[in-house]
């Protein structure tokens, strides 16, 4: 198995921009979560997903931030418009149904830069 | 979720075991504790969990005290490859609430 898949592995970009990551959970796994971090927060829960559903987007910082999973395989958190507070490392990871922490698996992260 | 207590880093030689303290005095009777670590420029990744029994599996061991205010993560024989942020989270398995990391430790393996 390849584990999760993030894309990009790095992205920099200008204040204003919309940034789209990218990131494919493991197959047959059934939860999916954005995070993010920055050495002044640490790691924060943005949202997660079940069985596509988002069940709590009450990390996400603003209305600036979006997330989508239109189906099992793929899912999509957009930064429209883009802020230099925004820059950190974004992780992706997934789990099965059960015991949801033991089991989350974590991508290699997209780190952001925007100038 | 309750708070964690770590301390900020620790050190520990090549080969020797490294024994990394969590205070979570606050636990309630239905949380569990799991530790987590990072390696530089890596996601997070899981180690081990438990509720009051002390717990083993191939990366770590879990001591618990008996009044579940604090936990120990024993690393029994540390290499480089274990020098990571380490992550302890209390929290009840399996349920719908939003996750933090706390800052966690910083263990540096040596030679």
């Known amino acids: 198995d390849a584990g999760v898949i993030q894309s990009p592995r790095h992205e920099v970009t200008e204040m204003g921009q919309e940034v789209t990551l990218r990131c494919k959970p493991i197959s047959g796994h059934d939860y999916l979560f954005w995070y993010r971090q920055t050495m002044m927060r640490g790691l924060e829960l943005l949202i997660y997903?079940?069985?596509?559903?988002?069940?709590?987007d009450s990390g996400m910082p603003e209305d600036r931030f979006s997330a989508k999973m239109p189906n099992a395989s793929f899912s999509t958190l957009k930064i429209q418009p883009s802020e230099p507070r925004d820059s950190a490392v974004y992780f992706c990871?997934?789990?099965?149904?059960?015991?949801?922490?033991?089991?989350?698996?974590f991508g290699p992260g997209t780190r952001l830069l925007v100038l | 979720d309750a708070k964690t207590t770590q301390p900020t880093s620790m050190d520990c030689a090549e080969g020797r075991a490294a024994n990394l303290p969590c205070n979570h005095s606050?636990?309630?009777?239905?949380?569990?504790v799991y530790w987590y670590r990072q390696i530089h420029s890596q996601g997070p990744q899981y180690i081990i969990h438990?509720?009051?029994n002390n717990e083993t599996n191939e990366m770590a061991s879990l001591i618990i005290t008996e009044d579940r205010k604090s936990s120990t993560l024993i690393l029994p024989h540390a290499t480089l490859r274990d020098t990571a942020v380490y992550y302890c989270i209390v929290r009840v398995t399996g349920t719908a609430s939003k996750l933090t990391f706390g800052t966690g430790t910083r263990l540096q393996v040596t030679l």
């Open positions: 606050t636990i309630s009777g239905n949380e569990y």
């Open positions: 990871a997934s789990s099965l149904a059960r015991g949801w922490l033991e089991t989350q698996y």
């Open positions: 997903f079940n069985n596509n559903v988002p069940i709590d």
């Open positions: 438990g509720l009051k």
